[in-house]
């Protein structure tokens, strides 16, 4: 059960875009359309923002996107607002009801 | 508006036990399956365990199985994770969640505190 692999960190400017990876596996992330990303502000929740890979629960807008090739998952967030600054967690399946988390990356907005 | 609260954290010497709670409500609470997920101090997100709606005897992670124990109440719109033997690496704050689709955990509440020290 290792955990996924996330950047520690990333930055963007307002307007630009950013990309995080999350690098698993043949036997999570590469096995299992499962990957989702969460956005946790410090002192606060975790908050779901994107489900099964690419898609986005109601509310989140659209300038957060994901993504999948292999056995890496990407979230992308395109024109960087300052509220985007947070960290971002990846998490996926991995088989035998087993869920795995990224390390998390810490997002800021210069 | 899902709202999930958590309760039972606190401080408790290593080896000791707490029982954690999470009462939800706006939903249908026997229909979702519920998660707890627990954050260390400065620490990312860790999976500890989940439970069928069904109820059952839930999944776990490696790192607490055999000493955690979740369980559900619904009829009391409640999960609990019964925590035994309890090492000072389980301190963290403890978040339940709602099991979403694919794996997602799609509502989450705020979090309780449990501090193991002597």
């Known amino acids: 059960q290792s955990a996924l692999t996330q950047p520690p960190s990333a930055s963007g400017s307002p307007g630009q875009s950013v990309t995080i990876s999350c690098a698993g596996t043949s036997s999570d992330v590469g096995d299992y359309n499962t990957v989702s990303w969460y956005q946790q502000h410090p002192g606060k929740a975790p908050k779901l923002m994107i489900f099964?890979?690419?898609n986005r629960p109601s509310g989140v807008p659209d300038r957060f996107s994901g993504s999948k090739s292999g056995n890496t998952a990407s979230l992308i967030v395109s024109g960087l607002q300052p509220e985007d600054e947070a960290d971002y967690y990846c998490?996926?399946?991995?088989?035998?009801?087993?869920?795995?988390f990224g390390g998390g990356t810490r997002l800021t907005v210069l | 508006e899902v709202q999930l609260v958590e309760s039972g954290g606190g401080l408790v010497q290593p080896g000791g036990s707490l029982r954690l709670s999470c009462v939800a409500s706006?939903?249908?609470?026997?229909?979702?399956?519920m998660t707890w997920v627990r954050q260390a101090p400065g620490k990312g997100l860790e999976w500890v365990s989940t439970?069928?709606?069904?109820?059952?005897?839930?999944y776990y992670a490696e790192s607490v199985k055999g000493r955690f124990t979740i369980s559900r109440d619904n009829t009391k719109n409640s999960v609990y994770l019964q925590m035994n033997s309890l090492r000072a690496e389980d301190a963290a704050v403890y978040y339940c969640?709602?099991?979403?689709?694919?794996?997602?955990?799609?509502?989450w509440g705020q979090g309780t505190l449990v501090t193991v020290s002597s």
């Open positions: 969640a709602t099991d979403g689709s694919g794996w997602s955990r799609d509502h």
């Open positions: 439970i069928p709606f069904s109820g059952g005897s839930g």
């Open positions: 099964e890979v690419t």
């Open positions: 998490s996926s399946y991995a088989g035998n009801n087993i869920l795995l």
């Open positions: 706006g939903f249908t609470f026997s229909t979702y399956g």
